[in-house]
Antibody
Framework: QMQLVQSGPEVKRPGTSVTLSCKGS????????VQWVRQARGQGLEWIGW????????NVAQNLHDRVSISRDESTDTVHMEVRSLKSEDTAVYYCAAAPASDWLLWDRWGQGALVTVSS | DVQMTQSPSSLSASVGDTVTITCRASGDIYKSLDWYQQTAGKPPKLLLS???RLTDGVPSRFGGSVSGTEYTLTVTNLQPADSATYYC?????????FGQGTKLEIK
């Protein structure tokens, strides 16, 4: 059973960058897609973007595409997401989730979440 | 972008009741929709994929249906553990947008 383990909480100053990681375990990871979702405190879920592990193809939400990059390292079964030029409104819990290439709708594996706090 | 309008935003029901939550898509999304359950401090949990397909291990009290662009999550025989916030997410077109969420309280 594949599991996703995310990197730990981060505290950052406005204008700086943060890189979050999402490490998969199990053979399914290399044939998966991974999406990133965030949730501000007390708010709903916001889709950030996704990456197809095998091809490396990515897609990021239009409102974030100039500040967010998603990449993968197949040698370590890890997906990274960098958020640049951080703003206070980027403060949120960030989740990664995975679906198998055979079924892009089966988003049944989620990381534990990582809190990013942006504050001066 | 595909807009997902979820309703109601909150509801309260009793143990044993049946509730329905609806997501209306701004266009046809051809059943490319998942339903999640989220409790405080936890990641979302997949309940149904492709609008009607129950995830392994999820009780059959949870069901999904589609009528045109309206997607419905039905929970029968409500249990205290069903107290949570429920979200839909469409996967037809990026950005893969979520509904606003429905907070379900069990009285």
């Amino acid at each position: 059973q594949m599991q996703l383990v995310q990197s730990g909480p981060e505290v950052k100053r406005p204008g700086t960058s943060v890189t979050l990681s999402c490490k998969g375990s199990g053979s399914r990871f290399n044939s998966s897609a991974v999406q990133w979702v965030r949730q501000a405190r007390g708010q709903g879920l916001e889709w950030i973007g996704w990456i197809v592990i095998g091809s490396g193809n990515t897609n990021v939400a239009q409102n974030l595409h100039d500040r967010v990059s998603i990449s993968r390292d197949e040698s370590t079964d890890t997906v990274h997401m960098e958020v640049r030029s951080l703003k206070s409104e980027d403060t949120a819990v960030y989740y990664c989730a995975a679906a198998p290439a055979s079924d892009w709708l089966l988003w049944d594996r989620w990381g534990q979440g990582a809190l990013v706090t942006v504050s001066s | 972008d595909v807009q997902m309008t979820q309703s109601p935003s909150s509801l309260s029901a009793s143990v044993g009741d049946t509730v329905t939550i609806t997501c209306r898509a701004s266009g046809d999304i051809y059943k490319s929709l998942d339903w999640y359950q989220q409790t405080a401090g936890k990641p979302p949990k997949l309940l149904l994929s492709a609008a009607t397909r129950l995830t392994d291990g999820v009780p059959s009290r949870f069901g999904g249906s589609v009528s045109g662009t309206e997607y419905t999550l039905t929970v029968t025989n409500l249990q205290p553990a069903d107290s949570a916030t429920y979200y839909c997410q469409q996967f037809y077109r990026v950005p893969y947008t979520f509904g606003q969420g429905t907070k379900l309280e069990i009285k």
